[in-house]
């Protein structure tokens, strides 16, 4: 029997807002991946639980009329493989997701919970953060929205207010019409394992030159990372070698990765430099552009 | 804090006053669905496999609560009439079963994938993709493997068949 001081079940965002507001203690649920292990491990500070599990609203994934991708907080990794939006617009999140945990975990988990958690390790931070994905929440002050980068504040904190809900992550069409991206996750196992180091790479071609590069890694520092100094060198860079060689040499600077456990630093540091490149190529694969 | 619950339990209507605090683990052990097993109870091993409205979920990292109104199914359910079913009885046939502690789970994510691939091509690929979230200790993963390629192969599922001439890339 899992440690639950108080519980109460929403049945809509706003219902959760209000349950939320009632007890400053209290916290969502809605996959229960992340939660229910905490609470199993005697963490006390999930025991007062709103339940967001069965929040319809929560679970879209739509296109709006000007392009932009909305994905509802709650649907589950399995729901983002399974998206004909997602596979046909942004399949590079459908491949972060494909990596989570394994089948039976990605039937529950949900994508706000993986980002909500705060993790560094997150397998859909990095495809997100490529997306330049934009968090919605709501509150009791109403909506508001922000770039998934200042949403990150340290490792397992994110700006999210106690009584907020994250709704949904959108994507606008500049973030993904005509760009190409990719994803690896190096683990040590290909299931049910986090990431040593995770990679997601985009590219904006222009003319055969970078229009516009992102660089987001995972595990590289206390939160999922954009590599801005490395995308900003690579501006106007010709699609060759060269710009390969640049994104090795510059990667490092823009991370922070550390010893742990699972990994020693150095390690990291050589996984990140090889990924950067690897996945870079995978990504202009795509546009036909091969430098391999 | 205790909630009513309606569900089915392998087509039966069940309902019940359950402790909100309870997963669907333990719920289902203590009304005699002593098959599901737990193992690791954070979600790694699969061991508590069932199924909810057909789709693999770690019953340990669910709470009961949320199966009122859904469909559960366990292991208890899948034998009929005293036969078993085909998953079960290409398990016995590959000899994917040694100690037996994992194969209550393992049964029911390849049920799940049998279904969802019936008269499907499948690769090896898939099959071992869709089975990573179930630990086997004992078989290697070999005979289960195979189980199910046994079970979406054309022949007659109750012959002995080669799982090779079923269309799987090996």
Redesign the interface.
């Known amino acids: 029997?899992?440690?639950?001081q108080?519980?109460h079940?929403a049945n809509s965002v706003d219902e959760a807002i209000s349950l939320l507001l009632q007890n400053p203690n209290s916290k969502p649920i809605a996959g229960?991946?992340d939660v229910?292990?905490r609470l199993?491990q005697g963490s006390p500070a999930y025991g007062h639980m709103v339940?967001i599990?069965?929040v319809a609203d929560l679970k879209n994934i739509v296109q709006e009329p000007d392009g932009t991708i909305v994905v509802g907080s709650g649907a589950t990794f399995?729901d983002l493989i399974a998206s004909n939006i997602i596979t046909a617009t942004i399949p590079v999140l459908a491949q972060g997701a494909g990596w989570v945990?394994?089948?039976?975990?990605r039937?529950?988990a949900t994508v706000g919970g993986n980002i909500c958690n705060g993790a560094p390790s997150a397998d859909s931070a990095a495809p997100l953060l490529v997306l330049n994905a934009v968090v919605e929440l709501k509150g009791p002050q109403g909506i508001r929205r922000l770039p998934l980068h200042e949403f990150y504040q340290g490792p397992g904190r994110v700006d999210r207010e106690q009584a907020e809900i994250m709704t949904a992550l959108r994507i606008v069409p500049d973030d993904y019409q005509c760009w190409v991206a990719s994803y690896h996750k190096y683990a040590m196992r290909?299931?049910?394992d986090i990431a040593t180091i995770g990679c997601a790479a985009a590219c904006l071609p222009q003319a055969k030159q970078v229009g516009k590069l992102r660089l987001a890694f995972t595990v590289a520092g206390p939160t999922p990372m954009r590599c801005w100094k490395t995308e900003e060198k690579a501006r106007g860079a010709a699609l060759d070698g060269s710009l390969i060689q640049l994104v090795g040499d510059s990667v490092l600077d823009d991370l922070r990765p550390r010893d742990s456990w699972r990994a020693p630093k150095d390690l990291r540091q050589q996984i990140i430099k090889t990924l950067a490149q690897r996945v870079l190529i995978q990504a202009l694969q795509q546009t036909g552009v091969s430098l391999a | 804090m205790n909630r009513k619950i309606s569900c089915t339990i392998n087509s039966k209507s069940f309902s019940a006053t359950i402790d909100v605090r309870k997963s669907l683990l333990e719920i289902l052990r203590e009304n005699g669905y002593i098959g599901v097993k737990e193992g690791c109870g954070v979600g790694e091993c699969g061991a508590c496999t069932v199924l909810v409205d057909n789709v693999p979920v770690d019953s340990c990292l669910y709470l009961a609560i949320w199966v009122d109104g859904r469909s559960i199914r366990t292991i208890e359910g899948e034998s009929r009439d005293g036969s078993l079913s085909a998953v079960q009885q290409a398990y016995l046939d590959t000899g994917a079963v040694q100690c037996g502690f994992c194969t209550p789970g393992l049964v029911m994510t390849s049920t799940a994938f049998v279904e969802k691939h019936q008269g499907k091509t499948i690769t090896r690929e898939q099959i071992r993709k869709y089975h990573a979230g179930n630990l086997c200790r004992c078989t290697g993963y070999e005979g289960i493997i195979k189980a199910v390629e046994k079970c979406l192969s054309d022949e007659d599922p109750d012959g002995v068949v080669p799982t090779k001439s079923c269309g799987i890339e090996t």
């Not at chain 1, 945990?101 to 975990?105: A, K, R, S």
């Open positions: 029997m899992f440690d639950i108080s519980y079940k229960g991946t229910l292990v199993r339940d599990h069965d399995t945990g394994g089948p039976q975990v039937n529950q290909d299931a049910m």
